[in-house]
């Protein structure tokens, strides 16, 4: 998919009143910074919150940043939620 992301999971009729589908989809923040700044990336993900932080103050801190990990996906054999 377009840069980067990859489709985990459908929820079906998920947009009223069409029934249109919600593609859920992830990215690799890792895999994508390095792609997009030229350098490599290397570090736990709590060591490159810190240095964001440090170089910008008004960043978001991880309290305030979504957690993707709680997000359930079921995916079936066919890689698509049923």
Known sequence: MSEGFVEIAR???YYQPDGV???V???DL???LAEHSGMDVVGSASEIRSESASENPDAPTPAESPTLDRVPTAVSEAGACT
């Open 25 to 27: 989809m992830r990215l």
């Open 21 to 23: 589908d919600a593609i």
């Open 11 to 13: 929820r079906p009729n």
């Open 30 to 32: 890792r895999g994508w």
